[in-house]
């Protein structure tokens, strides 16, 4: 969790990129990135040059040579503003002609996944002054520390207040950290989010089992699953996929395979039955022309609608048995169209679908004020639906105006994840999470009685839900008790009326007596 001194910190550094006139979140959050990559490049080589002192073994492929010497974080830092910001933006004739920028841009595979996304990047800091503060303030902030680096890049995250074109919303970390305790990613899975962003769900499935599971990190097979195989993202805007690398290799996954392309298009290349489990919030207010979309997602359902195509693409890269957990919006539950019904009948009749939360509109505010809900799902291709779950989610432990400001403190919203039986009274009124994971584990256990549809947690049989034309919004199944309401007899108005007439007449009546006086 990160401290208040250290969210100080981050705040002093986006304040110094605002008032030097970088003023777009995004443009602050990639400069940002690059130069901690820059700062974990110069690490890196430290720690190998370490090495070579200890074990007296020349170094293998050094990230810097000797000459380029002058490129690096640890030398830079110390240079004036002017000389600093030369380095970045002027090419150096000693050195080839590069300049800092450019060095990052060609370092190769030593720099890790987040070199591979290089192309397109560019130097947007402005003054030699904006260069020097954010270099100075970087370099205090703990990035050698596991626990801390990541939390660090993921509260500077917290600023990317903009939404994508594509529809793509930034989703809340507490939301993103109930799907993924509800999944329960498990030692064999292969996680994929096929629309990543930020790689907010995998930093988040990876960060649950290092804080449940950190017993598996011991084994070597599993640490190189881990770091290799297990994490699988999909992202075709190129800002986002450097921004979403970096995020993972701060969250201690240094080899996730990310690949920059439009997972709904033809060129994609996902195959079929790849992945275990799918953690996701695709954009949903595309429309996409048929013969730009992959051909085996159109058997499913015919569309041009992207959150009927992800469902689609969902249900052909699952291995048979793979589970989801996906963010749609409502329309999803409800739409009338051909191909609303042919994915909902798909999920109901052909796969085992399993339960529905549907969440508070204010959710995605301020970016958006549209309802969603959480679709939870395993690929069977043989049916397996008996009962779906639902519950109607009603706070999410934040406001639900444009604001979103925290109703709890940090301790009651940890809790609410570590033991939600602790938290429920805490967060009663504020959170519904931590009865959400609970009726979950229940209902996983074959436990409780999910009968009362006046509550907000209830089981719907397939059966009902086939009758009502596969609808799975959740006003067509709750039960709503109306309260009586007993309204004063008109006599009763009229007499208060009265009454209220005669105090205005005698008050009216004493005012123009002090007006003659």
Not at 36 to 49: A, G, H, V, Y
Not at 189 to 198: K, L, N, R, Y
Not at 409 to 420: A, H, N, S
Request: with cysteine; charged share 30%; proline share 4%.
């Amino acid at each position: 969790m990160i401290t208040g001194d250290l969210k100080n910190q981050v705040d002093k550094i986006w304040n110094d990129f605002w008032t030097g006139g970088v003023s777009n979140p995004l443009t602050v959050i990639e400069q940002f990135t690059y130069l901690i990559f820059l700062k974990r490049l110069d690490d890196k080589q430290l720690k190998m040059e370490e090495e070579q002192n200890l074990l007296g073994i020349p170094m293998k492929n050094p990230i810097y040579t000797e000459k380029q010497k002058p490129l690096r974080w640890s030398q830079f830092k110390d240079k004036e503003p002017e000389g600093m910001f030369d380095l970045f933006t002027r090419p150096q004739e000693k050195l080839g002609g590069l300049t800092v920028f450019d060095f990052m841009k060609t370092v190769g595979k030593e720099g890790g996944i987040f070199s591979s996304y290089m192309k397109g990047a560019t130097f947007m800091i402005p003054t030699p002054q904006v260069l020097d503060k954010v270099v100075q303030k970087i370099d205090a902030l703990p990035l050698d520390n596991r626990d801390t680096k990541g939390d660090i890049y993921e509260y500077m995250l917290s600023k990317l207040s903009v939404a994508g074109k594509a529809g793509q919303f930034r989703t809340p970390k507490h939301i993103i950290r109930m799907m993924v305790q509800m999944m329960e990613p498990k030692k064999d899975d292969i996680i994929s989010d096929p629309a990543c962003g930020t790689a907010g769900f995998l930093v988040s499935a990876g960060e649950y089992l290092y804080e449940n599971h950190h017993d598996w990190f011991e084994k070597e097979e599993f640490r190189k699953h881990y770091d290799e195989k297990m994490f699988n993202g999909t992202e075709f805007d190129s800002s986002m996929l450097r921004i979403a690398a970096m995020n993972l290799q701060l969250h201690g996954i240094e080899s996730p395979q990310l690949v920059g392309k439009d997972s709904l298009s033809k060129s994609n290349g996902d195959v079929d039955d790849a992945y275990t489990l799918i953690l996701a919030n695709p954009p949903f207010k595309g429309s996409l022309d048929y013969d730009t979309v992959e051909s085996s997602l159109l058997k499913t359902t015919k569309t041009k609608k992207t959150e009927l195509l992800f469902l689609s693409l969902m249900l052909r890269t699952l291995k048979t048995g793979g589970r989801a957990a996906v963010i749609v919006p409502d329309g999803v539950l409800f739409g009338s169209s051909t191909a609303h019904k042919a994915i909902r009948k798909e999920l109901v009749d052909n796969q085992q679908l399993q339960g529905i939360v549907s969440m508070p509109s204010g959710v995605f505010k301020p970016y958006a004020g549209v309802s969603t809900a959480i679709l939870i799902f395993t690929k069977t291709n043989s049916g397996g639906t008996d009962k779906v779950w639902f519950y109607d989610m009603k706070a999410d432990g934040l406001s639900l105006d444009d604001k979103r400001n925290a109703l709890l403190d940090e301790e009651v919203t940890e809790l609410t994840f570590k033991e939600p039986e602790k938290a429920l009274e805490k967060a009663r009124g504020k959170s519904d999470i931590p009865q959400i994971l609970l009726d979950w584990k229940k209902l996983a256990k074959g436990q409780g009685d999910f009968t009362d549809r006046t509550s907000q947690s209830f089981l719907v049989p397939k059966k009902e839900i086939k009758d009502n034309d596969y609808d799975l919004s959740i006003n067509r199944y709750k039960e709503i008790v109306y309260e009586e309401v007993e309204y004063e007899k008109p006599k009763g108005l009229i007499a208060s009326i009265k009454e209220l007439d005669a105090e205005r007449q005698k008050a009216l009546s004493n005012l123009e007596k002090m007006i003659r006086t």
